[in-house]
């Protein structure tokens, strides 16, 4: 994903909120530092983008 696709941001800042938004499908942007040592994970997601309908499902 490039950055000028990214529609949606979030960031938390555990690794257990991180792992949750990757299984949620949310792709890791960044990594920050926070004073303290901590770090903060900055997600993105995509506009997401309807598969077309087979013709076989119209009604």
């Given at each position: ?5 990214v529609?949606e941001?979030k960031?938390?800042?555990?690794t257990n ?5 990757l299984?949620?499908?949310?792709t ?14 900055v997600f ?7 598969e ?8």
């Amino acid at each position: 994903m490039q950055l000028h696709e990214v529609k949606e941001v979030k960031s938390v800042a555990t690794t257990n909120a991180a792992n949750q938004a990757l299984a949620e499908g949310w792709t890791l942007i960044a990594v920050v530092p926070e004073n303290g040592g901590a770090a903060r994970y900055v997600f993105g997601k995509a506009e997401l983008k309807a598969e077309p309908v087979p013709a076989s499902k119209w009604l």
